[in-house]
Nanobody
Framework: QSQLVGSGGGLVRPGGSLRLSCTAS????????VAWIRQAPGKGPEGIVC????????TYADSVKGRFFLLRDKRQNTFYLQMNSLTPDDTAEYYC??????????????????????WGQGSQVTVSS
């Protein structure tokens, strides 16, 4: 069964860092846009970062630019969300997703589940002192 499996959420203090992981099984991420989407309590989903296949060009939301980084590990067929300088506003459920693509153009930030071929289970991130 092809799927994405996310992990790595937890409780972290403001200013801290956390890394989320998302591993694909049954398909190769090389041919997919990969993305992270989050949903804070009482708010709609927000696409925060995506990365193109091939060169891995990233698009970041202003809310996370310079603090969050999407990293790919081709050998592990895994991608990560490295989150630094966390604030309480980053508290949310974080979802990883992948969309089949052959394009090297910058990917759009898209929070719509139906836009993706695969959608991982959520990882709760809570930023609190």
């Amino acid at each position: 069964q092809s799927q994405l499996v996310g992990s790595g959420g937890g409780l972290v203090r403001p200013g801290g860092s956390l890394r989320l992981s998302c591993t694909a099984s049954g398909f190769a991420l090389d041919y997919y846009i990969v993305a992270w989407i989050r949903q804070a309590p009482g708010k709609g989903p927000e696409g925060i970062v995506c990365s193109t296949p091939g060169r891995g060009r990233g698009t970041y939301a202003d809310s996370v630019k310079g603090r969050f980084f999407l990293l790919r590990d081709k050998r592990q067929n895994t991608f990560y969300l490295q989150m630094n300088s966390l604030t309480p506003d980053d508290t949310a459920e974080y979802y990883c997703a992948a969309a089949r693509s052959l394009s090297s153009e910058l990917c759009p930030l898209d929070s719509t589940k139906e836009s993706y071929s695969y959608w991982g289970q959520g990882s709760q991130v809570t930023v609190s002192s």
